[in-house]
Protein backbone atom coordinates (compact mmCIF):
# COMPACT_ATOMS: atom_id res chain seq x y z
CA UNK A 1 0.00 0.00 0.00
CA UNK A 2 1.50 3.22 -1.05
CA UNK A 3 1.67 5.93 1.91
CA UNK A 4 1.38 9.66 1.47
CA UNK A 5 4.93 10.42 0.36
CA UNK A 6 4.59 7.94 -2.43
CA UNK A 7 1.57 8.69 -3.78
CA UNK A 8 3.60 11.90 -4.24
CA UNK A 9 5.35 10.78 -7.27
CA UNK A 10 1.94 9.49 -9.06
CA UNK A 11 0.14 12.42 -8.55
CA UNK A 12 2.23 15.97 -8.58
CA UNK A 13 1.31 17.67 -11.53
CA UNK A 14 -1.37 14.94 -13.23
CA UNK A 15 -4.41 15.84 -14.39
CA UNK A 16 -7.01 14.73 -11.90
CA UNK A 17 -10.97 14.79 -12.75
CA UNK A 18 -13.36 14.47 -10.10
CA UNK A 19 -17.41 14.18 -9.96
CA UNK A 20 -18.70 14.91 -7.17
CA UNK A 21 -15.91 16.94 -6.13
CA UNK A 22 -18.07 19.22 -4.07
CA UNK A 23 -19.13 16.86 -1.57
CA UNK A 24 -18.74 15.71 1.78
CA UNK A 25 -15.92 12.72 0.35
CA UNK A 26 -14.81 15.15 -2.64
CA UNK A 27 -13.94 18.18 -0.43
CA UNK A 28 -11.53 15.68 1.49
CA UNK A 29 -10.52 14.67 -1.26
CA UNK A 30 -9.41 18.23 -3.14
CA UNK A 31 -7.43 19.18 -0.34
CA UNK A 32 -5.73 15.65 -0.23
CA UNK A 33 -4.66 16.03 -4.05
CA UNK A 34 -3.70 19.51 -3.80
CA UNK A 35 -1.42 18.26 -0.62
CA UNK A 36 -0.09 15.90 -3.17
CA UNK A 37 0.71 18.18 -5.95
CA UNK A 38 -2.32 17.04 -8.08
CA UNK A 39 -4.00 19.35 -11.16
CA UNK A 40 -7.47 18.53 -9.49
CA UNK A 41 -10.42 19.59 -11.97
CA UNK A 42 -14.17 19.41 -10.65
CA UNK A 43 -17.55 18.68 -12.10
CA UNK A 44 -20.62 18.91 -9.20
CA UNK A 45 -23.68 20.77 -8.36
CA UNK A 46 -23.00 23.82 -6.93
CA UNK A 47 -22.02 23.91 -2.95
CA UNK A 48 -24.89 24.72 -0.69
CA UNK A 49 -24.58 27.38 1.43
CA UNK A 50 -22.66 26.85 4.84
CA UNK A 51 -21.04 23.56 3.08
CA UNK A 52 -17.73 21.82 3.82
CA UNK A 53 -16.34 23.43 0.73
CA UNK A 54 -17.32 26.75 0.65
CA UNK A 55 -15.53 26.36 4.34
CA UNK A 56 -12.56 25.21 2.53
CA UNK A 57 -12.88 27.70 -0.09
CA UNK A 58 -12.94 30.14 2.62
CA UNK A 59 -10.23 28.96 4.32
CA UNK A 60 -7.81 28.49 1.60
CA UNK A 61 -8.36 32.46 0.09
CA UNK A 62 -6.94 32.86 3.90
CA UNK A 63 -4.20 30.95 3.71
CA UNK A 64 -3.26 32.35 0.56
CA UNK A 65 -3.22 36.21 2.32
CA UNK A 66 -1.08 35.50 4.79
CA UNK A 67 2.77 35.75 4.35
CA UNK A 68 4.24 34.36 7.59
CA UNK A 69 2.96 31.23 8.81
CA UNK A 70 4.42 28.03 6.94
CA UNK A 71 1.41 26.60 5.94
CA UNK A 72 0.39 29.35 3.68
CA UNK A 73 3.87 29.01 2.12
CA UNK A 74 2.33 25.82 0.64
CA UNK A 75 -0.44 26.98 -0.77
CA UNK A 76 0.55 30.47 -1.58
CA UNK A 77 0.46 30.13 -5.55
CA UNK A 78 -2.67 28.83 -5.36
CA UNK A 79 -6.23 30.86 -5.12
CA UNK A 80 -8.41 27.75 -5.24
CA UNK A 81 -8.90 24.47 -4.00
CA UNK A 82 -8.80 23.09 -7.56
CA UNK A 83 -7.37 24.05 -11.02
CA UNK A 84 -10.89 24.46 -12.60
CA UNK A 85 -14.65 23.44 -12.07
CA UNK A 86 -17.73 23.45 -13.80
CA UNK A 87 -20.89 23.31 -11.31
CA UNK A 88 -23.00 21.63 -13.54
CA UNK A 89 -25.34 18.19 -13.44
CA UNK A 90 -23.91 14.95 -14.29
CA UNK A 91 -27.35 14.18 -15.90
CA UNK A 92 -25.98 16.36 -18.63
CA UNK A 93 -24.41 13.79 -20.83
CA UNK A 94 -23.24 17.23 -23.53
CA UNK A 95 -21.65 18.71 -21.02
CA UNK A 96 -20.02 16.11 -19.11
CA UNK A 97 -18.48 15.24 -22.52
CA UNK A 98 -17.28 18.80 -23.21
CA UNK A 99 -15.53 18.69 -20.15
CA UNK A 100 -13.53 15.26 -20.44
CA UNK A 101 -12.56 16.74 -23.72
CA UNK A 102 -11.50 20.44 -22.38
CA UNK A 103 -9.47 18.34 -18.91
CA UNK A 104 -8.17 15.42 -21.37
CA UNK A 105 -7.59 13.83 -17.54
CA UNK A 106 -4.90 11.38 -16.26
CA UNK A 107 -7.69 10.15 -13.78
CA UNK A 108 -11.01 10.46 -13.59
CA UNK A 109 -12.49 9.79 -10.18
CA UNK A 110 -16.27 9.25 -10.08
CA UNK A 111 -17.96 10.45 -6.48
CA UNK A 112 -20.99 12.66 -8.21
CA UNK A 113 -24.11 10.84 -6.06
CA UNK A 114 -27.38 10.97 -4.49
CA UNK A 115 -25.78 9.54 -1.49
CA UNK A 116 -28.64 9.30 0.84
CA UNK A 117 -30.80 6.35 2.13
CA UNK A 118 -34.09 8.29 3.31
CA UNK A 119 -33.58 10.90 0.13
CA UNK A 120 -34.05 7.85 -2.12
CA UNK A 121 -36.92 6.64 -0.74
CA UNK A 122 -38.21 10.24 -0.91
CA UNK A 123 -36.94 11.11 -4.73
CA UNK A 124 -36.59 7.57 -6.40
CA UNK A 125 -36.47 8.83 -9.66
CA UNK A 126 -34.00 11.64 -9.23
CA UNK A 127 -31.99 8.70 -7.17
CA UNK A 128 -31.64 6.41 -10.31
CA UNK A 129 -31.19 9.66 -12.70
CA UNK A 130 -28.21 10.22 -11.16
CA UNK A 131 -26.84 7.14 -9.38
CA UNK A 132 -27.25 5.29 -12.54
CA UNK A 133 -27.16 7.41 -15.75
CA UNK A 134 -25.13 9.80 -14.12
CA UNK A 135 -22.42 6.76 -14.71
CA UNK A 136 -23.32 6.40 -17.69
CA UNK A 137 -22.66 9.22 -18.78
CA UNK A 138 -19.08 10.02 -17.25
CA UNK A 139 -17.73 6.86 -18.43
CA UNK A 140 -19.61 7.51 -22.07
CA UNK A 141 -17.45 10.94 -21.83
CA UNK A 142 -14.30 9.02 -21.37
CA UNK A 143 -14.94 6.84 -23.91
CA UNK A 144 -15.50 8.92 -26.40
CA UNK A 145 -12.68 10.84 -25.75
CA UNK A 146 -10.44 8.44 -25.80
CA UNK A 147 -11.84 7.29 -29.31
CA UNK A 148 -10.25 10.42 -31.04
CA UNK A 149 -7.04 10.44 -28.35
CA UNK A 150 -3.96 9.06 -28.52
CA UNK A 151 -2.12 8.37 -25.11
CA UNK A 152 1.17 7.37 -24.12
CA UNK A 153 -0.44 6.13 -20.89
CA UNK A 154 -4.46 4.81 -20.10
CA UNK A 155 -6.92 6.41 -18.30
CA UNK A 156 -7.37 5.22 -15.09
CA UNK A 157 -11.17 5.07 -14.06
CA UNK A 158 -12.30 4.67 -10.08
CA UNK A 159 -16.03 4.68 -9.65
CA UNK A 160 -16.70 4.51 -5.89
CA UNK A 161 -20.04 2.99 -4.91
CA UNK A 162 -20.85 1.99 -1.34
CA UNK A 163 -21.06 -0.82 1.05
CA UNK A 164 -25.13 -1.50 0.73
CA UNK A 165 -24.88 -2.69 -2.99
CA UNK A 166 -25.22 -6.22 -1.72
CA UNK A 167 -28.38 -7.91 -1.11
CA UNK A 168 -28.51 -7.77 2.64
CA UNK A 169 -30.09 -10.55 4.73
CA UNK A 170 -29.03 -9.40 7.83
CA UNK A 171 -27.04 -12.47 8.54
CA UNK A 172 -25.36 -11.84 11.79
CA UNK A 173 -21.57 -11.55 11.66
CA UNK A 174 -21.85 -12.31 7.84
CA UNK A 175 -18.69 -9.85 5.93
CA UNK A 176 -19.58 -9.23 2.09
CA UNK A 177 -17.16 -10.30 -0.26
CA UNK A 178 -16.61 -9.36 -3.71
CA UNK A 179 -18.01 -11.97 -5.84
CA UNK A 180 -21.08 -11.79 -3.34
CA UNK A 181 -24.79 -10.97 -5.37
CA UNK A 182 -25.15 -7.46 -6.16
CA UNK A 183 -28.95 -6.75 -4.88
CA UNK A 184 -29.26 -3.37 -2.79
CA UNK A 185 -32.83 -3.11 -0.86
CA UNK A 186 -33.96 0.67 -1.04
CA UNK A 187 -33.67 2.52 -4.28
CA UNK A 188 -30.07 4.20 -3.39
CA UNK A 189 -28.48 1.06 -2.58
CA UNK A 190 -30.12 -0.27 -5.68
CA UNK A 191 -28.98 2.20 -7.99
CA UNK A 192 -25.61 1.94 -6.60
CA UNK A 193 -25.50 -1.67 -7.37
CA UNK A 194 -26.83 -0.49 -10.91
CA UNK A 195 -24.05 1.77 -10.88
CA UNK A 196 -21.83 -1.66 -10.82
CA UNK A 197 -23.23 -3.40 -13.25
CA UNK A 198 -23.18 -0.42 -15.83
CA UNK A 199 -19.22 -0.07 -14.83
CA UNK A 200 -18.94 -3.76 -15.50
CA UNK A 201 -20.45 -3.69 -18.64
CA UNK A 202 -18.68 -0.95 -19.69
CA UNK A 203 -15.03 -2.32 -18.66
CA UNK A 204 -15.85 -5.56 -20.86
CA UNK A 205 -17.91 -4.28 -23.54
CA UNK A 206 -15.65 -0.48 -24.54
CA UNK A 207 -12.39 -0.28 -21.84
CA UNK A 208 -10.77 -3.92 -22.94
CA UNK A 209 -8.06 -2.35 -24.62
CA UNK A 210 -5.69 -1.69 -21.24
CA UNK A 211 -2.95 0.95 -23.15
CA UNK A 212 -6.43 3.30 -22.81
CA UNK A 213 -8.63 2.31 -20.21
CA UNK A 214 -8.17 1.01 -16.68
CA UNK A 215 -11.07 0.93 -14.53
CA UNK A 216 -12.30 -0.26 -10.98
CA UNK A 217 -14.82 0.09 -8.94
CA UNK A 218 -14.71 1.09 -4.39
CA UNK A 219 -17.34 -0.20 -2.51
CA UNK A 220 -16.59 1.72 0.87
CA UNK A 221 -17.93 1.39 4.42
CA UNK A 222 -19.62 4.29 6.39
CA UNK A 223 -17.69 7.32 6.41
CA UNK A 224 -16.96 9.74 9.01
CA UNK A 225 -15.34 12.76 9.58
CA UNK A 226 -15.29 16.47 10.55
CA UNK A 227 -17.35 18.62 8.45
CA UNK A 228 -19.93 16.38 7.24
CA UNK A 229 -23.06 18.66 7.72
CA UNK A 230 -25.32 16.49 5.52
CA UNK A 231 -28.95 15.56 6.71
CA UNK A 232 -30.10 12.06 8.20
CA UNK A 233 -26.01 10.87 9.32
CA UNK A 234 -25.69 10.18 12.70
CA UNK A 235 -22.19 12.08 13.24
CA UNK A 236 -23.52 15.48 11.53
CA UNK A 237 -26.81 14.62 13.84
CA UNK A 238 -24.91 14.71 16.60
CA UNK A 239 -22.59 18.01 15.99
CA UNK A 240 -26.36 19.56 15.29
CA UNK A 241 -27.85 18.09 19.11
CA UNK A 242 -24.54 19.65 20.41
CA UNK A 243 -24.70 22.91 18.46
CA UNK A 244 -28.31 23.50 19.03
CA UNK A 245 -28.17 22.49 22.78
CA UNK A 246 -30.77 20.00 22.02
CA UNK A 247 -30.48 15.76 23.05
CA UNK A 248 -29.83 13.36 20.21
CA UNK A 249 -32.25 10.77 19.42
CA UNK A 250 -31.24 7.62 17.61
CA UNK A 251 -33.48 5.73 15.60
CA UNK A 252 -31.80 2.47 15.21
CA UNK A 253 -29.25 2.16 18.34
CA UNK A 254 -28.69 -1.25 17.36
CA UNK A 255 -28.18 -1.46 13.87
CA UNK A 256 -24.19 -2.10 12.60
CA UNK A 257 -22.19 -0.55 10.27
CA UNK A 258 -18.72 -0.74 9.02
CA UNK A 259 -17.20 3.32 9.99
CA UNK A 260 -14.38 4.40 8.97
CA UNK A 261 -12.53 7.85 9.20
CA UNK A 262 -13.06 9.58 5.84
CA UNK A 263 -9.59 9.61 4.88
CA UNK A 264 -9.08 6.19 5.05
CA UNK A 265 -11.07 4.74 1.81
CA UNK A 266 -9.56 8.31 0.08
CA UNK A 267 -6.10 7.56 0.30
CA UNK A 268 -7.19 3.37 -1.16
CA UNK A 269 -9.22 4.97 -3.80
CA UNK A 270 -5.37 6.92 -4.56
CA UNK A 271 -4.08 3.68 -4.57
CA UNK A 272 -5.91 1.85 -6.68
CA UNK A 273 -6.03 4.45 -9.49
CA UNK A 274 -2.20 4.85 -9.29
CA UNK A 275 -1.23 1.14 -9.44
CA UNK A 276 -3.83 0.08 -11.76
CA UNK A 277 -2.81 3.12 -14.44
CA UNK A 278 0.87 0.92 -13.59
CA UNK A 279 -0.34 -2.14 -14.00
CA UNK A 280 -3.57 -3.91 -14.64
CA UNK A 281 -3.54 -6.91 -11.86
CA UNK A 282 -4.88 -3.94 -9.67
CA UNK A 283 -7.82 -3.57 -11.40
CA UNK A 284 -11.42 -4.95 -9.83
CA UNK A 285 -13.77 -4.43 -7.55
CA UNK A 286 -13.22 -3.57 -4.26
CA UNK A 287 -14.43 -3.48 -0.56
CA UNK A 288 -12.66 -0.92 1.43
CA UNK A 289 -13.65 -1.39 4.69
CA UNK A 290 -12.70 -0.97 8.49
CA UNK A 291 -11.86 -4.12 10.27
CA UNK A 292 -14.23 -6.02 12.71
CA UNK A 293 -13.35 -3.96 15.48
CA UNK A 294 -14.66 -0.95 13.88
CA UNK A 295 -18.14 -2.09 12.60
CA UNK A 296 -19.72 -0.82 15.91
CA UNK A 297 -23.82 -0.06 16.93
CA UNK A 298 -25.30 3.29 16.19
CA UNK A 299 -25.17 4.06 19.71
CA UNK A 300 -21.85 2.55 20.82
CA UNK A 301 -20.80 5.32 17.52
CA UNK A 302 -22.67 8.13 19.09
CA UNK A 303 -20.88 7.56 22.67
CA UNK A 304 -18.01 7.58 21.79
CA UNK A 305 -18.53 10.83 19.50
CA UNK A 306 -19.49 12.38 22.34
CA UNK A 307 -16.45 11.15 24.54
CA UNK A 308 -14.37 12.28 22.15
CA UNK A 309 -15.69 15.92 22.19
CA UNK A 310 -15.40 16.06 25.69
CA UNK A 311 -11.89 15.08 25.52
CA UNK A 312 -11.33 17.58 22.82
CA UNK A 313 -12.69 20.15 24.50
CA UNK A 314 -10.79 20.14 28.01
CA UNK A 315 -7.26 18.80 26.35
CA UNK A 316 -7.40 20.34 22.65
CA UNK A 317 -4.85 17.77 21.66
CA UNK A 318 -4.67 17.89 17.91
CA UNK A 319 -4.18 22.17 17.91
CA UNK A 320 -1.25 23.41 16.43
CA UNK A 321 0.40 26.97 16.53
CA UNK A 322 3.86 28.49 15.67
CA UNK A 323 3.26 30.64 18.54
CA UNK A 324 3.04 29.17 22.69
CA UNK A 325 0.92 31.92 23.10
CA UNK A 326 -1.68 31.43 20.10
CA UNK A 327 -1.53 27.66 21.57
CA UNK A 328 -2.78 28.92 24.79
CA UNK A 329 -5.26 31.10 22.99
CA UNK A 330 -6.61 28.53 21.08
CA UNK A 331 -7.20 26.09 23.61
CA UNK A 332 -8.94 28.40 25.84
CA UNK A 333 -11.12 29.41 22.93
CA UNK A 334 -11.88 25.44 22.48
CA UNK A 335 -12.43 24.54 26.62
CA UNK A 336 -15.01 27.99 26.28
CA UNK A 337 -16.71 26.34 23.55
CA UNK A 338 -17.04 22.65 25.23
CA UNK A 339 -18.00 24.90 28.22
CA UNK A 340 -20.71 26.53 26.05
CA UNK A 341 -21.85 23.11 24.19
CA UNK A 342 -21.58 20.10 26.62
CA UNK A 343 -25.43 19.30 27.65
CA UNK A 344 -26.27 16.98 25.55
CA UNK A 345 -27.75 13.97 26.20
CA UNK A 346 -28.44 10.32 23.77
CA UNK A 347 -32.07 9.53 23.61
CA UNK A 348 -33.80 6.46 21.91
CA UNK A 349 -36.31 6.51 20.27
CA UNK A 350 -38.74 3.87 19.56
CA UNK A 351 -39.13 1.92 16.72
CA UNK A 352 -41.88 3.47 14.16
CA UNK A 353 -43.31 0.54 12.06
CA UNK A 354 -43.63 3.20 9.32
CA UNK A 355 -40.18 4.09 9.13
CA UNK A 356 -38.48 3.01 5.66
CA UNK A 357 -36.51 -0.57 5.60
CA UNK A 358 -32.73 -0.12 6.87
CA UNK A 359 -30.69 -2.99 7.51
CA UNK A 360 -29.42 -3.87 11.23
CA UNK A 361 -26.12 -5.47 10.33
CA UNK A 362 -23.64 -4.51 7.49
CA UNK A 363 -19.44 -5.40 7.60
CA UNK A 364 -17.46 -5.67 4.64
CA UNK A 365 -14.63 -8.70 4.31
CA UNK A 366 -11.19 -6.41 2.97
CA UNK A 367 -8.96 -9.12 3.01
CA UNK A 368 -8.74 -9.02 -0.82
CA UNK A 369 -7.33 -5.35 -0.42
CA UNK A 370 -5.34 -6.38 2.28
CA UNK A 371 -3.65 -9.45 -0.37
CA UNK A 372 -3.45 -7.26 -3.13
CA UNK A 373 -2.74 -4.27 -1.74
CA UNK A 374 -1.12 -4.85 1.21
CA UNK A 375 -3.69 -2.75 3.35
CA UNK A 376 -3.55 -1.92 6.51
CA UNK A 377 -6.17 0.26 8.78
CA UNK A 378 -4.71 4.14 8.94
CA UNK A 379 -6.64 5.49 11.82
CA UNK A 380 -8.53 3.58 14.72
CA UNK A 381 -11.36 4.61 16.23
CA UNK A 382 -9.85 6.74 18.64
CA UNK A 383 -7.88 8.43 16.19
CA UNK A 384 -11.25 8.84 13.91
CA UNK A 385 -13.03 10.43 16.83
CA UNK A 386 -10.81 12.68 17.81
CA UNK A 387 -9.88 14.16 14.43
CA UNK A 388 -13.36 14.51 13.45
CA UNK A 389 -14.41 16.07 17.20
CA UNK A 390 -11.12 18.64 16.37
CA UNK A 391 -12.76 20.06 12.83
CA UNK A 392 -16.36 20.08 14.17
CA UNK A 393 -14.67 22.51 17.13
CA UNK A 394 -13.07 24.35 14.55
CA UNK A 395 -16.35 25.03 12.79
CA UNK A 396 -17.74 26.21 15.51
CA UNK A 397 -15.13 28.57 16.40
CA UNK A 398 -15.20 29.59 13.67
CA UNK A 399 -11.41 28.38 12.59
CA UNK A 400 -9.71 28.04 9.03
CA UNK A 401 -11.34 24.89 7.97
CA UNK A 402 -8.48 24.23 5.06
CA UNK A 403 -5.84 24.46 7.84
CA UNK A 404 -7.72 22.26 10.45
CA UNK A 405 -7.74 19.28 7.07
CA UNK A 406 -4.40 20.22 6.04
CA UNK A 407 -3.06 19.74 9.17
CA UNK A 408 -4.85 16.09 10.20
CA UNK A 409 -3.49 15.24 6.32
CA UNK A 410 0.47 16.85 7.45
CA UNK A 411 0.45 14.00 10.24
CA UNK A 412 0.08 11.10 7.81
CA UNK A 413 3.45 12.32 5.87
Known sequence: MLKIK???KYYNGKKVLITGHTGFKGSYMCVLLKYLGAKVYGYSLKPEKGSLYELLTSGLKQNVSKKKTSLSL????????????VFADIRDLKGITSYVEKVKPD??????????VLRGYKEPQYTYEVNVMGTVNILEAVRRFTDKSKRSNPISILNVTTDKVYENNDLSNYAFKEH???CGFDPYA?????SELVTY??????????SLYRVSTARAGNVIGGGDLNENRIIPDCFRAIKNKKDMTIRNPHSIRPYQYVLEPLIMYLNIMALQRENEKYEGNFNIGPDKKNCLTTKKLCELFFKAWEDEGSKSKLI??????????????????????NNTKIIISKKNKKSPHESEFLRLDNSLIKKLFSYKEIFDMEDTMRYTASV???ILGKKNIYESILNIIETLS
Open 180 to 182: DKL
Open 392 to 394: YYD
Open 320 to 341: KCDNPKDLINEKIDRYNLYKKY
Open 201 to 210: SYAKSFFADK
Open 107 to 116: YVLHMAAQPL
Open 6 to 8: ELK
Open 190 to 194: NSKSC
Open 74 to 85: KVKKASAIVEDE
